[in-house]
Antibody
Framework: EVQLVESGGLLVKPGRSLRLSCITS????????MTWLRQAPEKGLEWVGF??????????EYAASVKGRFTISRDDSKSIAYLEMDSLKTEDTAVYYC?????????????????WGQGTLVTVSS | QSVLTQPPSVSAAPGQRVTISCSGS????????VSWYQQFPGTAPKLLIY???KRPSGIPDRFSGSKSGTSATLGITGLQTGDEADYYC???????????FGGGTKLTVL
């Protein structure tokens, strides 16, 4: 059974750092595009970024709103994906979801999220 | 301001059919595959449709997806009160090099 469980969400002050973890089971993490998404209170879904599968080089992409501040990585031996967040801003307050992504790119790009974690709340406030 | 445009809300009676539109551009919907997600309050989103029109196992055939040009559509037939949720479309944008979503549509089953 595929499972993703996020942890690490906290109340933090602006400018601080935080690391979220996504513990996975039931699949081989390196074979998938591990993705982080977020949802601010009463708002829609926002893609944060992802790390490509090993087949696609394990490279990363980020939303413009977090590029240079957030870093996504994974530990294949532990089946854990991470989201390292630096220089946090109040507008980063959201529920953060980890999702298993399917990303392939030939002529068109196929990218969707077939399994999601339950989410972890990050609140950035002084 | 979302890259993809969805109506904020739609409504229909039980048993009826409803469609939710998702409008984009040549750099996202027209060029790439679209997916749809269902989200109930306080829970994580769930994949409903991928690759424009495919359903994951376990998703009833009351849910369907289609795409034409720069727009995609989610269709739900035989509406049930349990279908009341928020629905999001998503795809990849080659210009932004990012995944993009619609703002979400709240479905009310009257």
């Amino acid at each position: 059974e595929v499972q993703l469980v996020e942890s690490g969400g906290l109340l933090v002050k602006p400018g601080r750092s935080l690391r979220l973890s996504c513990i996975t089971s039931g699949f081989t993490i390196e074979d998938y595009a591990m993705t982080w998404l977020r949802q601010a209170p009463e708002k829609g879904l926002e893609w944060v970024g992802f790390i490509r599968s090993k087949l696609y080089g394990g490279t990363t992409e980020y939303a413009a709103s977090v590029k240079g501040r957030f870093t996504i990585s994974r530990d294949d031996s532990k089946s854990i994906a991470y989201l390292e967040m630096d220089s946090l801003k109040t507008e980063d307050t959201a529920v953060y979801y980890c999702a298993r992504g399917r990303w392939t790119q030939i002529r068109s790009t196929r990218y969707y999220f077939d399994f999601w974690g339950q989410g972890t709340l990050v609140t950035v406030s002084s | 301001q979302s890259v993809l445009t969805q109506p904020p809300s739609v409504s229909a009676a039980p048993g009826q059919r409803v469609t939710i539109s998702c409008s984009g551009s040549s750099s996202n919907i027209e060029d790439n595959y679209v997916s749809w997600y269902q989200q109930f309050p306080g829970t994580a989103p769930k994949l409903l449709i991928y690759d424009d029109d495919k359903r994951p196992s376990g998703i009833p055939d009351r849910f369907s997806g289609s795409k034409s040009g720069t727009s995609a559509t989610l269709g739900i037939t035989g509406l049930q009160t349990g279908d009341e949720a928020d629905y999001y479309c998503g795809t990849w944008d080659r210009s932004l090099r990012a995944a993009v979503f619609g703002g979400g549509t709240k479905l009310t089953v009257l």
